[in-house]
């Protein structure tokens, strides 16, 4: 099969692999139809992830067509158009048994805080992802949902990942109906956190980001205010006139490591491969919130340090939540916003990308080019 592989930083080729075996009977082999490019991903594509190895195939957002199931696959059958949430779980451990799938316990041997993840390094267990024609399944009887018969693929596709993401992060601000909520990042999950924050009863939208385009976005898919922070000298004085010089009620964090951050962290992340995040966001939103407020993460950081001013949260009484989006746990509501026309997830898709021009789609993502905010990777187009 062809797939995306990863050569080093900056490097990715498409090549040829082995098309992925069922190797234990709960597994299932996925011939995949879209897959998409998510910021995350860049975090690996800029080598600032640990232990992302050569020839590491990325991509935890597809849906597809089951191709062959394992012997003790109940739930699925061949032919079945299926839509794969990026957590990799078991289902049956103390942490699936309460929902959190994102930190099952039973299938990464590498870490102790996140479960498996498909196409994010070794890190998150080692499993090849999507941006490939074909994608080895795990737990196939527990992950993946066969698509209803009225929901597109681009919308089944987003609803694996950035949506239940953006969604997710509304959820963990604990949104009581007329607060002011403000999103950090104008990117697919923030688009869709400020989105989900009406859905939740918020009075009020604002969303921060530096990129005209995606403010534009911001405006126009989540009816949100918007403020380019390269035009104020500081953001959180900015939130403070904006609110009654008290801080908004809830705040979420959907850049992760991928805001500014200073020197020291730039060095560790790309010579020692230290990469914890820059803290530029988060600090914004610890310091940008009323007291007694809730800020939520859901931006992607690294495992290891990051420089948050953890004392004015403590003293302002912050309630901090964060964590992976459990994705499965979303989609019965987000369902219902959709097939209720509330949303429609793929207003946001900007281009459609051959699996061969991937290494072009991943240059254009990183560097902003061509106004793009989500694109999505078509594995058998010529």
């Not at 609110?243 to 020692?272: K, M, P, R, Y």
């Not at 809730?294 to 964060?322: C, E, H, I, Q």
């Amino acid at each position: 099969m062809r797939a995306m592989v990863y050569r080093g930083p900056h490097k990715v080729r498409v090549e040829d692999k082995p098309v992925p075996v069922v190797e234990h009977p709960n597994d299932a082999i996925v011939k995949v139809e879209l897959a998409a490019i998510c910021g995350s991903d860049l975090h690996l594509y800029h080598g600032m992830m640990p232990d992302t190895r050569i020839g590491h195939t990325f991509g935890h957002e597809f849906v597809g067509r089951v191709e062959e199931v394992g012997s003790s696959v109940r739930n699925l059958q061949r032919g079945d158009r299926v839509m794969v949430p990026f957590n990799i779980y078991c289902g049956t451990c103390w942490f699936c048994a309460r929902g959190l799938f994102s930190n099952c316990h039973n299938v990464n041997p590498n870490a102790t805080a996140v479960g498996g993840i498909y196409g994010y390094s070794h890190t998150c267990g080692g499993y090849d992802g999507g941006q490939a024609q074909y994608v080895r399944v795990p737990f196939a009887d527990v992950g993946p949902s066969v698509i209803p018969d009225w929901m597109d693929d681009e919308d089944a596709l987003l609803c694996t990942d950035a949506l239940a993401t953006g969604y997710f992060g509304a959820q963990l601000g604990g949104i009581v109906e007329g607060d002011v909520v403000v999103v950090f990042g104008a990117g697919p999950v923030g688009l869709y956190a400020a989105r989900s924050a009406w859905l939740m009863g918020a009075g009020r939208v604002i969303v921060i980001d530096h990129l005209e385009y995606r403010l534009e976005k911001a405006r126009s898919f989540a009816y949100a205010e918007t403020y380019n922070f390269t035009e104020h000298d500081d953001v959180v004085v900015l939130l403070k006139r904006l609110t009654g010089h008290l801080g908004a009620d809830v705040a979420i964090d959907a850049v992760g490591a991928e805001a500014d951050g200073n020197l020291l962290q730039h060095v560790t992340s790309a010579s020692l491969k230290l990469q914890g995040g820059s803290p530029v966001a988060l600090n914004w939103a610890i310091d940008g919130v009323r007291k007694g407020a809730t800020v939520s993460v859901v931006g992607a950081y690294g495992p290891l340090f990051s420089a948050v001013k953890f004392g004015d949260a403590m003293n302002k009484g912050l309630t901090l939540r964060m964590n992976q989006a459990p994705v499965k746990r979303q989609w019965p509501r987000l369902f219902e916003h959709i097939r209720a026309g509330y949303l429609k997830p793929n207003d946001i898709v900007t281009h459609r990308i051959p699996l061969e021009h991937i290494a072009e789609g991943y240059h254009m993502f990183a560097n902003k080019l061509d106004g793009c905010i989500k694109p999505v990777v078509l594995p058998h187009a010529s």
